[in-house]
């Protein structure tokens, strides 16, 4: 594996300018690098709006690709030929049966479950990343992963013909870690929470020289969740929703979602409307909603503790901004414990027919207790993001969705064990009611 060369990748029709701290506001090259020099805050990708706006339409953006690069000229890559592997345009469903039950009206699920080509929204900020590491010259990739990282950058790495060093937590479920192996990177497995391992990369990132996705390429890599944002636009008629719910853990996907929206309003793409921002964390690992609900801007580390390890990062790097935002657009940010991330998996599963993994669940859940609470206008059109596919995380409703019948081949063997289904499903009914 060789050391990255490091080159300013340029095009005269490429809209994104420069790097600019989110904090100080000073500016960089378009280099592999993500932390200011004189504040250490963060670094994210500047644009040229006025161009955005002269060269895009709702036409131009409807004749591009079925994925996330029919976008492209809002996402920080030169090349016309990215890596496209499918990603994006995952359905917008509207969830009437799950609405019906909660008591809404308007509401959908964005199910980037089905997202390719490793069924989470990873797949956008990867794509967008190893697009952007090629062009710096980059020729092994890596990152630090709760999982769906890991099977993104894995597999989409094969594809591109880099090679690929992943970083993962040890104690990570079984389908994550088979979903990266299969791609045959080098996994390092690593005995600590996400953090550590985070912190391990940054080292290792200074050390090699290789391409980070969410480290020293992490202004480019989190861009793409901004696509979250303009598809669901486009799919709801070029119009912006009332209320959104998304996971937290960086914070990126929630600020980004929000950037996207923004840009569309910016460019002329959609009217301007008020959008309310909701976060959903797990209670074992919840440094952001209980900053919001403290009223705090700033956050406290914590030490992860909870079945929703994808989500599970102590110390979220975008936590500040993503209260600042849920302030700002009159949202909320809530946790939930355990067992209510377990029933949010079954409630979506069994009133719409999607199987999310445990941060779909968290979503699922804290939208239950938003709604519950009155911080949900019924009337709203309101989005939950669904990020990733319940088959990566088995083991956190295993004994919670009940058993098989097992029969013999017979009609009369089949007809008893059809009576006792009809009797369970009263006595769960009747405990529902209790």
């Not at 953090?195 to 390429?217: K, M, P, Y």
Request: net charge negative; proline share 5%; with cysteine.
């Amino acid at each position: 594996m060789t050391q990255a060369t490091q080159l300013k990748a340029h095009s005269t029709t490429a809209a994104f300018e420069a790097l600019k701290c989110k904090e100080c506001g000073a500016e960089y090259e378009l280099k592999a690098t993500h932390v200011c020099e004189f504040c250490f805050g963060p670094l994210e990708v500047k644009y040229d709006y006025d161009l955005l706006r002269r060269t895009v339409t709702r036409e131009t953006i409807q004749a591009g690709p079925h994925s996330i690069w029919r976008y492209r000229p809002f996402l920080p890559v030169a090349t016309n030929t990215p890596i496209d592997v499918g990603t994006g345009m995952t359905p917008l469903v509207q969830a009437n049966r799950l609405a019906r039950r909660l008591g809404l009206k308007k509401l959908y699920i964005k199910n980037d479950a089905v997202n390719m080509p490793t069924l989470s929204f990873k797949d956008r900020v990867v794509s967008v990343a190893l697009t952007r590491a090629q062009e710096l010259g980059f020729t092994t990739v890596s990152c630090a992963s709760t999982g769906n990282l890991a099977n993104s950058t894995a597999a989409i790495a094969a594809h591109a013909g880099l090679e690929c060093c992943v970083f993962i937590p040890s104690d990570l479920e079984a389908g994550k870690v088979m979903g990266t192996l299969i791609y045959n990177p080098t996994v390092m497995s690593v005995h600590g929470n996400y953090d550590q391992v985070n912190r391990l990369c940054s080292e290792v990132a200074n050390t090699h020289g290789w391409g980070f996705v969410n480290i020293n390429l992490r202004p480019y890599y989190s861009e793409g969740s901004k696509t979250l944002g303009y598809e669901v636009a486009e799919q709801l008629g070029w119009q912006l929703p009332d209320h959104i719910v998304a996971p937290l853990a960086s914070g990126s996907l929630f600020t980004k979602i929000y950037k996207g929206f923004q840009e569309f309003v910016e460019v002329g793409l959609v009217d301007a409307k008020p959008v309310r921002f909701s976060g959903a964390q797990a209670e074992g690992c919840s440094p952001i909603a209980k900053a919001f609900e403290e009223g705090r801007d700033f956050i406290s580390p914590v030490k992860p503790n909870t079945i929703a390890k994808s989500i599970a990062i102590g110390n979220p790097a975008d936590g500040v901004y993503a209260i600042d935002i849920a302030r700002k657009t009159n949202g909320n940010i809530a946790s939930v414990n355990d067992a209510e991330i377990i029933e949010g998996i079954k409630l979506l599963a069994e009133t719409e027919g999607i199987f999310t993994e445990t941060a779909g669940g968290t979503t699922i859940a804290v939208l239950k207790k938003l709604v519950e609470a009155g911080k949900i206008d019924p009337e709203e059109t309101t989005v939950v993001y669904i990020t990733g596919n319940g088959l990566k995380t088995q083991e956190a409703v295993q004994g919670y969705v009940g058993e098989p019948f097992t029969i013999e081949p017979k009609l009369d063997s089949f007809e008893r064990a059809l009576e006792r289904s009809k009797t369970l499903d009263r006595l769960e009914w009747q405990q529902v009611l209790v």
